[in-house]
């Protein structure tokens, strides 16, 4: 199940990087197959027990429009980035600096 391999990474990441302050997190997911099919829920619940056992307490809500914040949050991160490149406060990644010389 590829919906719960790419939360279980996200978990784990959070989880070995201390990033989760709070003892519940919470998990918007977006999309007609798991707010329609009945049994999606629980496949993903059942894989990421599997997965990421006891990392965090989360919970798997539905969020409305999902891919329309999420294009925002990229865009305020995407500007965020280029002015502290700017300013000088981040450098480009080797991997930004590798293929950015490709014609």
Same mark, same amino acid.
């Given at each position: 199940? /590829? !919906? +719960?391999?790419?939360?279980?990474? /996200?978990? %784990?990441?959070?989880? $070995? *990087?201390?990033?989760?302050? !709070?003892?519940?997190? @919470? &998990?918007? =997911?977006?999309?007609?197959? #798991?707010?329609?099919?009945?049994?999606?829920?629980?496949? =993903?619940?059942?894989?990421? %027990? &599997?997965? +990421?056992?006891?990392? /965090?307490? #989360? $919970? /798997?809500? =539905?969020?409305?429009?999902?891919?329309? =914040?999420?294009?925002? &949050? @990229?865009?305020? !991160?995407?500007?965020? +980035?280029? %002015? +502290?490149?700017?300013?000088? $406060?981040?450098?480009?990644?080797?991997? #930004?600096?590798?293929? *950015?010389? &490709?014609?």
């Amino acid at each position: 199940m /590829l !919906t +719960a391999a790419a939360i279980a990474v /996200l978990m %784990k990441r959070l989880h $070995e *990087n201390g990033k989760v302050d !709070t003892k519940k997190i @919470c &998990i918007g =997911i977006d999309g007609s197959l #798991y707010r329609f099919h009945p049994r999606f829920n629980m496949v =993903i619940q059942r894989h990421l %027990k &599997i997965l +990421a056992p006891v990392l /965090l307490n #989360y $919970e /798997l809500r =539905i969020s409305a429009d999902g891919s329309g =914040i999420g294009a925002a &949050i @990229c865009a305020i !991160t995407a500007n965020d +980035a280029r %002015k +502290a490149l700017r300013k000088g $406060e981040i450098k480009k990644s080797p991997f #930004y600096q590798q293929h *950015n010389n &490709i014609s």
